[in-house]
């Protein structure tokens, strides 16, 4: 019997980690010593294993920057169009791993490290996750980064360099506590200060009307210092820039002449203006309309918006002028790309600064603002759209209510020409909402001052274009389109699951990695004997590499042979983790009752964050966790179903988990989740997927036939139907009688004997007053789940089904997603 390959021999055989050269590696492995020894020479002459994590980082860092400079050369002289992706957060993860794959230095990475006596994967272990994001809207500005680099786009990211990301998740005592994220405590090799370009901010102040025109006076200046990260393109020699802003305060903050006697008061107040880029929010779908979230949306637009102007006013353009002054060919030259109404600021700043300071009059202004800007809608949840009270714009920013207004007139002047006397058309179009308090509405706003506004999904977008935008959409409907999110193949399948990666270059070859289409290929497979054991054998190894990785970090014991059933995402009424935890409880109650008979088994997996000051998100998280002490110490299940709340989701996690699931819950209320894009990872990693008719799961069912996925539940229309005739939770708790004992058993306290009362505000929700109508898709849900059941007895037609739902997943990769962005939003065309 030969003896099993250790996992370095195993990465070592996977082609499509780029060959280790002996040239390379013996390069990498002196790099990696210098690096090592300056590190040690300053402070220490023992090295840590983050002293071996910073001597590589710093290596592959050096194959980096020469790229860097080149591709930033070649846009000065060539002046393509660029792009500028804003966007209030960007969820990047990890940056080590990635960076060795798209520089194809991976394998002669991993073999530089193993000859110096050293385990890549425990030193890519040590690096922090960059969590500068929520959830969806954040790391699919991060998927995008990597196909605009990756489709030679010259193209920016602008975002915040928070100081504290997303918080980590501890579960303590089944409750969700928060802890600071203090993500840069040891430095981060990936960035680099630029201080020399560092840019004035202005806030507060008031406007003076003077000869020459307006005037914004007597402001607070932040100064935003950009830090950049460079952005690697998938083996294509391009390295774009993330260029993130940070607050710092002026030297002469507070030390005016009207504060003579206290010096040490006023430099310990330069913390109020650093506090600006301190913390990101961690709300996800919800708007929380606080003045420190105000001020850094308008520092990232502010800042960003000199940045793009003085490039573009500084870029060779092909003449000999050294100094652009016309903004004629602005647009031309320039794109803002909005992701969601965060930076929605942008439209106003830019008008102001044609108007006011560049003398444009507002016609021509208006004009190439609109052409400059697109705007991107990522939800309909009414609770989560920005809606900034009047009067702290006033205070805040002055000159930019008063540009907003004159937007309004001009545009409600417009729509009253086209609807002559429908006043209740005007109110409801409106940039301001009336009422107490008077309202700026950002999604209107940017609907008006872009030429393109999109959804993220077909059925998404076409929602936007029949509720909330109705009425734009009425007068102008070739705005209005769709672009379906996607991921990037590069780190959802490549870098996550290098094993699924090689088999299938074996069958089809290398491109798929970046023509995700050409996966289409592997319907030729689909009755091949031997590759639907090679597929399943990944699996299963993935699967048992996971419950190693649960087992020696949180001690759990999991059965890799049963199916691994996966819900991770933030945790949020309209994302129906309660649906999951009524099946949970049913299959539970099914084992007790009947414990011979041979149930399929089941790990059943939940993992996200709760904002911290949603009260339900949190006791969804403590349900969960009851709900697991009770099942998994219960003697009479066994082994056949396992609950396990995953702590502390994000990117890395994520990275690990996706490759390991076989079933994906995407169980939202139809209507509400967007686009997704975790389901767009679980269908690529060769998971199916139990899902409602909402977001990409539509068209994920379109690609792969739905007969492939586990459909359920309400469609859109449905929903509508019942919102007109009204939700009645009691009359499937009437009717359904597994369902009564479920929330019985919930209710009386038997997940929480101690705390009989402990989960009555959830129980109290789901009865009177469910928004998301949980019970009305319960049945549909429950005998869906007995077809997974009956389908994972049958390995084979499963992994079928799998391979059918691979094969299908080209649509939903970023570079595709991107490719139409450059084409019908960013009128983009590669540079001659």
């Not at 109020?272 to 520092?299: C, H, T």
């Not at 705007?375 to 205070?395: D, G, I, Q, S």
């Not at 999951?580 to 009752?593: A, D, E, Q, S, V």
């Not at 089941?602 to 998280?621: E, F, S």
Request: net charge negative.
């Amino acid at each position: 019997m030969a003896t099993p390959l250790t996992d370095q021999e195993k990465r070592k055989q996977i082609s499509v980690r780029g060959i280790a050269g002996l040239g390379d590696v013996a390069e990498i492995k002196k790099s990696f010593n210098r690096h090592l020894h300056f590190t040690l020479v300053k402070d220490r002459n023992v090295a840590t294993p983050r002293d071996y994590f910073f001597a590589l980082a710093h290596t592959v860092r050096d194959h980096l920057v020469g790229r860097w400079i080149r591709t930033q050369q070649y846009y000065y002289e060539k002046d393509p169009k660029r792009i500028h992706y804003l966007s209030l957060e960007f969820y990047m993860g990890r940056t080590l791993q990635n960076t060795m794959i798209n520089l194809g230095l991976q394998n002669a990475c991993d073999e530089a490290i193993y000859q110096l006596g050293l385990d890549l994967e425990e030193l890519e272990e040590i690096e922090e996750d960059a969590g500068l994001g929520n959830g969806g809207l954040g790391r699919l500005a991060a998927c995008f980064l990597d196909s605009m680099a990756s489709l030679g786009l010259a193209a920016y990211g602008y975002g915040i360099r928070y100081e504290f990301g997303i918080f980590n998740q501890k579960i303590s005592n089944g409750w969700q506590v928060e802890e600071a994220d203090d993500w840069l405590r040891y430095g981060n090799p990936w960035e680099k200060a630029r201080p020399e370009y560092m840019l004035p901010v202005h806030f507060y102040g008031r406007v003076e009307h003077d000869g020459e025109g307006v005037k914004w006076v007597d402001t607070q200046i932040v100064l935003a210092m950009p830090y950049d990260t460079p952005i690697p393109g998938y083996k294509n020699n391009t390295v774009n820039t993330m260029r993130l802003w940070s607050a710092k305060a002026p030297n002469d903050f507070n030390l005016q002449e009207f504060n003579v006697g206290d010096y040490i008061e006023a430099v310990l107040d330069r913390n109020l203006a650093e506090n600006i880029s301190r913390v990101l929010y961690p709300n996800d779908n919800f708007f929380e309309g606080k003045e420190l979230r105000l001020k850094q949306e308008y520092f990232v637009v502010a800042a960003t918006l000199q940045d793009i102007i003085r490039r573009f006013k500084s870029s060779k353009f092909g003449c000999r002028d050294p100094v652009r002054t016309s903004f004629e060919t602005f647009p031309e030259k320039v794109a803002v790309q909005l992701n969601d109404t965060h930076p929605a600021l942008a439209i106003p700043e830019l008008m102001r600064i044609l108007v006011d300071v560049e003398k444009l009059d507002w016609d021509k202004a208006w004009e190439v603002t609109v052409q400059t800007c697109a705007y991107t809608n990522h939800t309909v949840l009414p609770e989560a759209l920005e809606r900034w009270p009047v009067h702290m714009f006033e205070k805040l920013l002055p000159r930019h209510l008063q540009v907003i207004y004159e937007i309004n007139r001009r545009h409600l002047e417009r729509i009253a020409a086209l609807y002559p006397g429908d006043t209740g058309r005007l109110q409801r179009m409106s940039l301001i909402e009336e009422g107490d308090p008077k309202r700026v509405n950002m999604a209107h706003l940017c609907v008006v001052g872009s030429h393109a506004v999109n959804g993220v999904a077909r059925i998404h977008s076409d929602i936007v274009k029949a509720t909330v935008f109705k009425d734009f959409h009425d007068v102008e409907p070739e705005k209005f389109q769709n672009k379906t999110n996607g991921i990037t193949p590069r780190r959802w399948l490549l870098l996550c699951n290098p094993g699924l990666a090689d088999i299938l270059a074996e069958k089809i070859g290398e491109d798929f990695l970046t023509d995700l289409f050409q996966l289409k290929k592997l319907l030729n497979f689909v009755d091949d004997e031997a590759f639907i054991r090679d597929v399943a054998k990944v699996k299963q190894e993935n699967k048992q590499k996971f419950a190693a990785y649960l087992e020696k970090e949180y001690k759990v014991k999991i059965n890799p042979e049963s199916i691994f059933d996966i819900q991770v995402k933030r945790i949020h009424e309209y994302k129906r983790q309660l649906l999951n935890c009524l099946h949970i409880i049913t299959f539970y109650n099914r084992i007790k009752k009947d414990p011979k008979k041979p149930f399929v088994p089941r790990t059943i997996m939940i993992g996200g964050k709760a904002a911290p000051g949603y009260h339900m998100a949190k006791m969804i998280i403590r349900l969960i966790t009851a709900i697991g002490q009770v099942v998994n110490n219960d003697p009479v299940v066994g082994d056949r179903l396992k609950v396990i709340f995953l702590e502390n989701y994000r990117v890395s996690l994520a990275e690990k988990v996706v490759p390991a699931a076989d079933l994906s819950e995407q169980i939202s209320t139809a209507g509400t989740e967007a686009s997704g894009t975790g389901n767009m990872k679980f269908m690529l990693n060769g998971a199916l997927t139990i899902g409602t008719m909402d977001g990409a799961n539509v068209e994920m069912a379109e690609e792969a036939g739905e007969e492939n996925l586990f459909i359920f539940g309400m469609r859109v229309e449905d929903v509508e139907e019942m919102d007109r005739k009204g939700y009645n939770a009691m009359e499937y708790y009437d009717r359904i009688p597994e369902l009564r004992q479920v929330i019985e058993q919930i209710r009386s306290g038997y997940f929480s004997p101690r705390e009989p009362e402990l989960f009555k505000d959830v129980v109290n929700m789901l009865l009177n007053h469910d928004r998301f109508k949980v019970f009305a898709d319960y049945e549909a849900y429950i005998s869906c789940q007995e077809k997974v059941n009956d389908l994972y007895r049958n390995p084979k037609e499963w992994t079928r089904k799998v391979i059918h739902n691979i094969a299908g997943s080209g649509k939903f990769s970023s570079d595709r997603t991107i490719s139409e962005y450059a084409r019908e939003i960013w009128g983009w065309s590669p540079p001659t």
